[in-house]
Structures are given as structure tokens and as C-alpha cells.
């Protein structure tokens, strides 16, 4: 993993991309229209600025594996306020107090080192994690890994290791809209197959005659329907849709949200500087 050392306010130079939010229309009531000018806003942009490129697929799965150490220690946070909430003596509220305590000066220094390393990403910011290249992938076995690794077109890349799980790489899907198309068509057959398996265990208990005839049409139609994705699939791929896959993220850029004062300061020192006209 790369650490960079410059934070948030080095990376001012990088690209914006903002979003823009309506709001909601308000109700369609008399007291909703008489406040109505007095409430209307301009519309709000959330801005975000890329603080972080992912360069391999080792380094976005470490990335990962950051931000799920912070959501679980997020969650065990919550859970301890409920039970300080809950507390019926004092000596209970204190040694809940204390150990909420040590959990957050534990969480802000993880979330310090976080922004060290990925220059200015914090968790109490919004953020972008976006794939812009994926890894189409296989389980692999220790037994097949070492068949695989033996051969003498072996290449080192069409395997990836991740801690003590190995995967062999079936396809590379680049560019971020690829990525995004990618998996929706794999989401497309995931749901697809989903919804078949819930139709055939409801099958046997049906009784009545209507009801498997019913069930059974629609069997048919899903079973059409995914034979069709698996199809494209295929036809797309090179090769046959296999049942245990994994896709991991092989390049990605991570944004942060920022504050419309942030963006101020952003764009002054990316914008140059006007001239000023020749004295005559």
C-alpha cells in the first residue's frame, strides 16, 4: 500500500465533481403555500473532490478492509450507547462511560491514520468509492493453485491473493461504465436465479391444481429469462457463467465530500490568476 503524505488540503489542485440535490416539493396544503417562498432555498450541491486512486487490486481490497474495520467499530459504538442508555446504576453508567471512551480515542486515531493514507478521507465525511476496473474471478483451490502455478504460461497476475483465499482471474472489465454495466448484468442473473430457486421450493406444497399450473408457467418464464442472461453472458464473456464468482475491484478513484467553503478555496488556486492590461 502507497502512503502519501500530503492530506486534503494539498490535493486542491485535483479534480470537482458535484451532485446536485432537489429538494422535496413541499405539501400541497394552504399553511404549506403561504410558508412556501419564505422556505424556498436555492438548490444544494454536495461536492466532492478525489483525494486517492486505487492502482491494483490489492490496494482497493486493503481499502476496503479499512472502511469495514471502521463501519464495525461504528456499530459496536451505537450498540454500547444503547446499553449506557439502558443502565439502571451508576457503577454500570460509569463502566460504560469509560469504555465508550476508549472506543472513540480508538476509532479517531483509526480514522486519523486513514486520513494519512489516503490523504484526507475521513468517516465522518461522505465519500465515493468508484471501481473504474474490475476483476472477474474464481475460488481457487491450494490444489489447483499449485497445478496452475506450475505451468509454463503461468502468469503471475491471473491470480489474486487475498489474505488466505485464493482466486483465479476469468475476464478484466476496464472503464467505469463498463464496470457499472458489468454488474448489473451479474446482478440481473443472481436475481434471476434467485427467484427460480424460491419458485421450485414453493412448488411441492402447493395443492390445489391452479396453483401448480401457475407456478409452473412461471418456472418456464424465469427459466427463459435466465437462460437469456446466461446467454449474453457467455456470448459477451467467452465463456460459460460459473456459479461461484467473485468480482474485485482491480482500479478506483475515492472521493470525499467537501464543504462549499472548501470549494471556494479550491477554486482559487486552481483558477489562474487574471493579468492585469499594459500601462499606456
Known amino acids: 500500500m502507497n502512503k502519501f503524505s500530503f492530506l486534503l488540503a494539498a490535493a486542491l489542485s485535483l479534480s470537482l465533481h458535484a451532485q446536485e440535490n432537489t429538494p422535496a416539493a413541499p405539501a400541497n396544503t394552504p399553511a404549506a403555500q403561504a410558508a412556501a ?28 478492509r479499512n472502511i469495514q474495520l471502521l463501519s464495525q467499530q461504528l456499530e459496536e459504538l451505537k450498540k454500547l450507547q444503547v446499553f449506557l442508555d439502558n443502565a439502571l446504576t451508576t457503577p454500570e453508567r460509569e463502566a460504560r462511560g469509560h469504555d465508550i471512551a476508549a472506543k472513540q480515542a480508538k476509532l479517531k486515531g483509526d480514522n ?10 475521513s468517516v465522518e465525511r461522505p465519500f465515493q468509492f468508484i471501481p473504474t476496473k474490475a476483476l472477474f474471478a ?13 505451468a509454463k504460461d503461468f502468469k503471475a497476475d491471473s491470480v ?33 436465479k434467485a427467484q427460480l430457486q424460491q419458485l421450485i421450493d414453493m412448488q411441492p406444497k402447493l395443492t390445489k391444481d391452479d396453483d401448480k399450473k401457475k407456478v409452473e408457467k412461471a418456472i418456464k418464464e424465469v427459466q427463459d429469462e435466465l437462460n437469456k442472461s446466461l446467454a449474453e453472458f457467455k456470448k459477451a464473456r467467452g465463456f460459460d457463467y460459473p456459479a461461484e464468482n467473485i468480482t474485485l475491484p482491480a482500479e478506483a478513484k ?10 471556494k478555496a479550491i477554486d482559487a488556486k486552481t483558477t489562474p490568476a487574471k493579468s492585469e492590461p499594459e500601462k499606456k
Request: charged content about 25%; glycine content about 6%; proline content about 3%.
Open 254 to 263: 475515492l472521493a470525499v465530500q467537501i464543504t462549499e467553503e472548501e470549494k
Open 37 to 64: 417562498p419564505a422556505a424556498a432555498k436555492p438548490e444544494q450541491k454536495a461536492y466532492f473532490v478525489e483525494v486517492w486512486n486505487g492502482k491494483s487490486a490489492n490496494d482497493c481490497l486493503a481499502f476496503q
Open 138 to 150: 474464481v475460488p481457487l483451490s491450494n490444489e489447483d493453485h499449485a497445478k496452475i502455478s506450475a
Open 160 to 192: 489474486i491473493i487475498a489474505g488466505d483465499k485464493k482466486f483465479l482471474v476469468k475476464d478484466t472489465i476496464t472503464g467505469q461504465v463498463e464496470v457499472e454495466t458489468f454488474q448489473i448484468s451479474l446482478k440481473r442473473i443472481v436475481d434471476t
Open 112 to 121: 486519523e491514520s486513514m486520513g494519512k493514507l489516503y490523504n484526507g478521507f
